[in-house]
């Protein structure tokens, strides 16, 4: 298996997939399940089309790293000497990154193949089998091909957005079909194209609201669609070809209904919450359950988005998710003279406030019986503790308690109205008041009987309305750009507050390109996607925020390939604009 190593996944996927340490192959296996054996029953099949699924629930983590850190909302400053590393975390932020850094860049390439090949491999034992002798009607079987088939492709889509220039392998078993070589993007781009173009005609439909639950962690034809909408959308930054007409129609499509039905939900959190599998909203998303599998409540997602030690805020005391971290906070606002900043980018929790009445502005709360409020965690977090007294929650290994601000620096103990002497605001210099955390999918407490129970949401409908929007948009349609934002935008805002914070003609708000790269950060405020709208508004590389200036150049725009891949096949080649 030579691509296998030349592209450093072979371990993975033995290791899942294949017969290993026979090297007398006459031999009868007893712990081990052989190809030809496995598929007996049609549970043997849905089993293997499946298992390529908990694979890539597992590697959003890198995805969320690499999308959220180098991009303008979310930062990992230093903490009471806490969270350095390296400085591996001040290298996302500065688009300093190198070959030499391996870390997430390496994780996302290894994991995406990893997935390509366990969706080759399946694909081509489907290829072999009889559905008849399973049980399977013929639609049926083809739904469990197009399911690889579709996942495949979001893999891809995956490694197009961040590397750009890939090999392209499609089987498993013959080698000879797969390059050892990088190929052209738009190779890429014309496959995943193609793949989803007719998985969208073999895949289920939901048929109705209220049924999606029984499709969840299954690609439907909605879900398919909704990644060609992604691809297009970016066609322009992948390939340099402009396909927001096409974007359009396949958005208007799902909007319409034609790949199934599905609605905005009325409140902002009902797609992240614990039942949010019956959520309509959600077009896709990976099922997840204490127990089982949660990756969206890991360390390298949402888990660590907030306080170490909010689990006496959270009352999740016994830590079943592990402790919590101070990973993620978001970008400040403010500078250390109380003054806030001025820049276009950034600065979320202020483009949060900008418009009145925000429900996600108010303070997390865990209000019981599996329900909160709020999106943010600031100032003091007070809580009641096993004395009966009112406590609040304290920096670890440090004698103060938290008062959490929209500003990075040295603010130890101090009261909420002192700035520091020390007026030096970068990701070197904080502490563990420094930015406001954020809990996206909530923290209920241990007498919650649905802790943790919240699937991860990878695609939902607002996506589909606000890649629309921006369409028409850039096509001079604003009028009609602007009603569809404010169609998902009106559950945030009081009722009275429309005029002043709807888009016009429906209220007074002006809509401009700025302003719709504003939105997509609030509406998909650490989704782990903001450096590709950064990139798409032409702002990543360009860009100010807080403690970033603008980069040298646009090769920063995609990573570059890291040392242990290049060292594992030489054919491959560095991206443009980083040193071999």
């Known amino acids: 298996m030579k691509l296998l190593k030349n592209i450093a996944i072979a371990s993975a996927v033995f290791c899942t997939f294949a ?71 001040r290298r996302l932020h500065y688009h300093q990154w190198n070959v030499e850094d391996g870390g997430d860049a390496q994780t996302e390439w290894n994991g995406c193949f990893q997935g390509i090949m366990q969706c080759n491999y399946v694909i081509e034992d489907l290829a072999k089998l009889d559905p008849s002798q399973f049980g399977f009607a013929q639609t049926e079987f083809d739904n469990l091909n197009a399911q690889c088939r579709a996942l495949r492709a979001w893999f891809y889509l995956r490694l197009l957005d961040a590397f750009r220039h890939i090999p392209f392998a499609i089987s498993y078993n013959d080698v000879s ?11 890429i781009f014309d496959f995943i194209e193609s793949e989803l173009k007719d998985c969208t005609k073999l895949l289920a439909k939901k048929e109705g609201l209220g049924t999606g639950a029984k499709l969840q962690g299954q690609w439907t034809q909605a879900g398919a669609a909704a990644l060609l909408v992604r691809l297009y959308l970016n066609a322009e930054v992948y390939i340099g070809e402009k396909r927001y007409s096409d974007c359009e129609k396949i958005a208007q499509d799902i909007i319409d209904g034609v790949y199934g039905t599905y609605a905005t939900a009325d409140r902002w959190d009902a797609a992240f919450d614990w039942n949010n599998d019956a959520c309509d909203e959600v077009i896709f998303g990976f099922p997840s359950s204490q127990g089982y599998s949660y990756w969206l409540y890991g360390s390298d ?43 276009e980018l950034g600065m979320p929790v202020q483009n949060f406030r900008k418009y009145p009445g925000d429900e996600r502005m108010k303070l997390y709360r865990n209000l019981g019986n599996s329900k909160r409020e709020g999106m943010f965690l600031f100032g003091y977090l007070e809580y009641i503790d096993e004395n009966g007294k009112k406590a609040r929650v304290r920096a670890p290994e440090q004698p103060y308690d938290l008062y959490i601000r929209d500003a990075v620096g040295n603010f130890q103990g101090m009261a909420p109205d002192k700035w520091p002497t020390n007026k030096s605001s970068n990701l070197r210099n904080g502490d563990h008041n420094s930015g406001w955390h954020f809990a996206k999918y909530p923290f209920y407490s241990d007498d919650d009987e649905h802790q943790m129970e919240s699937d991860y949401t990878e695609i939902r409908l607002p996506e589909i309305i606000y890649a629309l929007a921006e369409c028409k948009l850039r096509d001079g349609n604003k009028t009609d750009a602007a009603k569809l934002l404010n169609s998902v935008r009106k559950r945030n805002y009081p009722a009275e507050n429309y005029e002043e914070v709807l888009y016009s003609p429906e209220g007074k708000v002006f809509l401009d390109e700025a302003e719709m790269l504003a939105e997509w950060g609030r509406e998909f405020f650490a989704e782990g996607r903001r450096r590709i709208d950064l990139i798409r508004f032409g702002k990543f590389s360009s860009g100010t925020w807080w403690d970033k200036t603008p980069d040298a150049n646009k090769n920063t725009e995609i990573f570059p390939i890291m040392r242990p891949i290049l060292n594992a096949n030489p054919n491959l080649e560095q991206n443009p604009g980083y040193n071999k």
Do not use: M
């Open 301 to 343: 997602t949402y888990w660590w988005t907030v306080p170490a030690r909010a689990r006496y805020y959270f009352n999740d005391r016994k830590a079943k998710g592990g402790d919590h971290n101070t990973k993620y906070a978001a970008s400040p606002s403010y500078d250390l003279d109380g003054k806030l900043y001025t820049y």
């Open 177 to 187: 079909l797969n390059t050892e070589k990088q190929v052209e993007p738009k190779v």
């Open 19 to 89: 017969i290993s340490g026979c090297t007398n192959l006459d031999e009868t296996l007893y712990d081990q399940v052989g190809t030809k054996n496995y598929y007996n029953t049609k549970s043997d099949v849905i089993r293997a089309v499946f298992r390529p699924f908990e694979h890539a629930y597992w590697s959003i983590c890198s995805r969320h790293v690499l999308n959220e850190l180098s991009a303008d909302q979310l930062i990992t400053p230093t903490r009471d000497g806490w969270w350095d590393d390296g400085g591996k975390w």
